[in-house]
């Protein structure tokens, strides 16, 4: 992997993929970095503005479903990796607007595909080229409590509008591979958390709740499961993947923490009741509500993750444990960050989603 690199990063300025140009600009300083990000409303410039210095950083605002755009950018750029995060991400958003999942996910991911395949035959098909298409554990559906989690070859089943528009996605990125030869890869990864997580999400959520005393509505019973692992350990399997690893294959990526909700919001009120010094509401576990499910909501994810820690050598770094203290502690020294993001837009989403709190 000494090759230097020309990236493309979609989505670079929300919440993974801005973890992961971080990764990439210091790992790889002598590597070309280009973002290409709408800035919708998860989007957010100030994820990135610590690298405003670097060199080989580039930023530019725009829509992945904007051909000629990215026509431009690849040629100009000359890119010779693209790291495909940009996407509409949230469920409960998907159910409220498809429409926007559809463009953004399977429009804008054809777009990048088809604009890179003209781009790589132009430039004579070079085999070190990729185009790495992000993706989630979503897209297999939901597991029964005793089935063994997804594999590379568990069925697609996608049951919300965000896992349906990300499994189509996904099946394009495999048919440029298959019909046309582009190096493209797949990962699909469990459920992150970390820093410069937007607030609807339900780890900073949570967190956020109970800085503000405000009720933390836990859908359904609360058993559903998910399997939990640290962003930048995604953004690590994401490296090696990128360097070793093979053009149309798929990795599903996940740190073997199957938590259910109840657990993980009774673990998060624990640290910061003691972390917090200044709870409006303490211990923070009375602010715990049980509110109606989320329509079609999965019951259980979990990953196995033995294709790529045996053939590509990965291994996560973080456990839940610590990865849950340093994203609380980075929630509570980063207020300036999220603070802003709850805008009038925000509370009539929350007002949406969560009419019984
Ligand atoms: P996010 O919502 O935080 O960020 C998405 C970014 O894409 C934002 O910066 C947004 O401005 C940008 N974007 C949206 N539409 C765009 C468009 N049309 N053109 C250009 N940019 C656009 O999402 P995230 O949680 O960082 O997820 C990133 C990727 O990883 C997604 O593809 C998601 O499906 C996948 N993924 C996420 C998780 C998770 O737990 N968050 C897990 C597995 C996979």
Redesign the pocket.
């Known amino acids: 992997s000494k090759e230097q690199r020309r990236l493309l990063v979609?989505?670079?300025?929300?919440?993974?993929?801005?973890?992961f140009v971080h990764h990439w600009c210091k790992q790889y300083p002598g590597d070309r970095v280009v973002v290409?990000?709408?800035?919708?409303?998860?989007?957010?410039r100030q994820?990135l503005s610590s690298l405003a210095g670097h060199q080989n950083f580039h930023f530019v605002q725009?829509?992945?479903?904007?051909d000629a755009l990215v026509n431009a950018l690849l040629k100009e750029e000359s890119i010779d990796t693209v790291a495909?995060?940009?996407?509409?991400?949230?469920v409960d958003r998907s159910i409220l607007g498809p429409d926007?999942f559809v463009?953004?996910?399977v429009v804008?991911t054809f777009t990048l595909l088809d604009a890179f395949r003209q781009h790589w035959e132009r430039r004579n098909q070079p085999k070190s080229d990729r185009f790495l298409h992000?993706?989630?554990?979503?897209v297999y559906g939901s597991l029964g409590p005793d089935d063994h989690p997804f594999t590379e070859t568990t069925p697609y089943a996608p049951n919300s509008p965000?896992s349906a528009s990300?499994a189509g996605s996904d099946h394009l990125a495999r048919a440029y591979y298959h019909t046309y030869g582009m190096p493209t890869i797949i990962?699909?990864?469990?459920?992150?958390?970390g820093s410069?997580?937007?607030p609807e999400?339900l780890i900073p959520l949570m967190c956020i709740n109970i800085l503000m005393g405000k009720p933390l509505p836990v859908y359904g019973d609360g058993q559903n499961v998910r399997d939990w692992?640290y962003?930048g350990d995604?953004c690590s399997a994401l490296d090696v993947v990128i360097h070793k690893g093979k053009p149309g294959e798929t990795y599903n990526?996940g740190g073997n923490n199957e938590v259910k909700n109840i657990d993980l919001v009774n673990k998060l009120c624990e640290v910061m009741n003691e972390l917090a010094a200044d709870l409006p509401i303490r211990p923070a576990q009375k602010l715990i509500t049980f509110v109606k499910d989320r329509a079609g909501h999965d019951r259980r994810y979990a990953i196995d993750a033995t294709k790529i820690k045996t053939e590509l050598g990965w291994t996560p770094a973080e456990t839940v444990d610590g990865g849950l203290r340093r994203t609380i502690e980075w929630y509570l020294h980063n207020r300036d960050w999220w603070q802003p993001l709850l805008s009038a837009e925000y509370q009539a989403y929350y007002s949406q989603v969560y009419t019984q709190v």
Do not use: M, P, Q, W
């Open positions: 979609t989505g670079g300025a929300g919440f993974i993929g801005s973890n290409l990000d709408a800035l919708t409303y998860a989007g957010n994820n725009g829509d992945i479903c904007n495909h995060f940009a996407a509409e991400s949230h926007a463009r953004t996910n804008g992000v993706s989630t554990d979503e965000y990300k990962t699909n990864c469990s459920n992150n958390y410069y997580h937007f999400k692992l962003v995604h990526i």
